[in-house]
């Protein structure tokens, strides 16, 4: 990727950011997201969430683009019931493929089926993005297409993408209302996720505040637990939605 396409799709990641506080429907939701995973090669997605543990897995509350044939097959046969990447989500904080999976501890013979299964309907390769809500609910966003760029870039922006796609999705649909949450950060959290959210790495947030790396990730650890997230990407994404952050 040469460095204006990488300034390309970063100004249309942030546009995308902008837009996600002004869509009213899932269709216009999807639309957005679908044109930018698409410059990516990511042709279907979708958003569900997760109850009960791999051997009671039942999802719940999709919603996103998905290959119909497929979906329908992918239902029919109770195929969430043997999915390697639900048993590999139990441990998983970040993003992965299915190629991480397939070589993975999680990896089964009908579980490489199932994903191989997938190819014949275009869906070669897939990404999941898990994400755990500040009210404690699991979720995930899978992307799936033939020929995509799985570069670290790439799924840096698909990941960002996926968790405003997933909360103004959750937003959006009439069977789960958001509760609405009065959550706050000290001003020196708040003071160094600005600098985390123009790029600035966690030591380079130390030298510039002039205090070690270790309390740079100590505040971060205490806002993460407040908000109840995984990683720091996905808080940035809640303090953006609830207007702590501008981008």
């Known amino acids: 990727m040469t460095a204006k396409q990488a300034t390309d799709l970063s100004d249309h990641l942030f546009d995308f950011v902008r837009q996600t506080h002004d869509v009213k429907d899932l269709t216009g939701l999807n639309d957005l997201f679908g044109d930018i995973v698409g410059q ?10 997760i109850i009960g543990d ?7 509350l999709a919603f996103g683009k998905w290959d119909e044939n497929w979906g329908r097959r992918y239902l029919n046969k109770q195929y969430f019931r043997f999915d390697d990447c639900l048993r590999f989500l139990n441990d998983a904080k970040n993003i992965f493929s299915w190629e991480d999976v397939k070589n ?20 070669k390769h897939g990404l999941i993005v898990p994400i755990r809500s500040f009210d404690g609910r699991m979720s995930l966003v899978t992307l799936m297409g033939e ?36 959550l706050n950060l000290t001003p020196r959290q ?19 505040l002039s205090i070690t790396k270790k309390t740079v990730e100590r505040h971060l650890e205490d806002a993460r637990r407040r908000f109840n997230v995984l990683t720091t990407n996905q808080l940035l994404v809640e303090c953006v939605k609830q207007g702590i952050l501008q981008v």
């Open 147 to 182: 020929n995509v760029d799985d570069s670290p870039d790439a799924n840096t922006a698909i990941e960002i993408a996926s968790l405003f796609f997933s909360e103004t999705g959750v937003r959006l649909s009439p069977a789960r209302p958001r509760d609405k949450r009065d």
């Open 190 to 208: 708040l003071e160094i996720l600005k600098w985390i959210a123009i790029g600035k790495r966690n030591q380079d947030v130390a030298d510039i």
């Open 40 to 49: 990516y090669g990511y042709s279907t997605f979708i958003c569900t969430e």
């Open 54 to 60: 791999f051997q009671h897995t039942k999802p719940s």
């Open 104 to 123: 993975s501890s999680a990896s089964t013979v009908y579980g490489r089926k199932i994903m191989n299964e997938a190819g014949d309907y275009g869906q």
